[in-house]
């Protein structure tokens, strides 16, 4: 490979790292192609980048990002997994994959520069994703107009009823 190709790559991770959310380094080896092939499937349709690079491309990539402790762990075959919006969807694509697939494991996780360990990585993949933490935000800021209306509106509500029985009550009286 020549200078300008290396560069190329380096310049290339350093954007992905520039973009990137949470990035985990893992072990693929002993896995098929047709084994890699299906978890980049998976990955690929969350938006979510799996690259095989070389560890010293990798380390000079991420110096000079959030990302530099990943330049530690990375040694012998081991592929980077670079998730963009959802931490937590990277998280949960990956952990389930290593529960199916025992050849894979994980390595070293590192969420916006913080290290998180396995159990850690595990935690984050139980949390709801995004969309659902956005939907139950928004649930809980529309109930408390929505009390307040339904309870404004039963003052009304309330003396309609009690004026509605003492019409009640006069007709029974005049009958």
């Known amino acids: 490979m020549d200078r300008n190709a ?8 350093r954007v992905k790292a520039g973009k990137a959310q949470i990035m985990v380094v893992t072990d693929f080896k ?5 084994e ?3 978890l980049r499937v998976k990955l690929r349709a969350q938006q979510i980048d ?3 690079v070389k560890n010293t491309l990798a380390r000079i990539a991420f110096t000079e990002s959030a990302f530099k402790p990943l330049g530690d762990v990375l040694k012998e075959n081991c592929a980077v997994v670079i998730g963009y919006d959802d931490p937590v969807l990277t998280a949960k694509v990956i952990t389930d994959y290593a529960k ?12 916006q520069g913080k290290q998180i360990s396995d159990e850690g990585l595990k935690d984050l993949s139980k949390l709801p994703s995004r969309p659902e933490l956005l939907a139950q935000a928004l649930g809980t800021m ?3 107009p929505q009390n307040f209306v339904s309870l404004l ?3 009304p509500r309330s003396f309609l009823n009690v004026l509605t029985a003492i019409k009640d009550e006069k007709e029974k009286a005049a009958a």
């Open 36 to 38: 890699m092939t299906d």
């Open 6 to 13: 290396k560069a190329a790559i380096i310049d290339a991770l």
């Open 153 to 155: 509106a039963n003052v």
């Open 30 to 34: 002993g896995l098929k192609v047709e």
């Open 100 to 111: 199916s697939n025992k050849k894979f494991t994980i390595r070293y996780a590192n969420l």
């Open 50 to 52: 799996l690259q095989v």
């Open 142 to 144: 529309r109930a408390v």
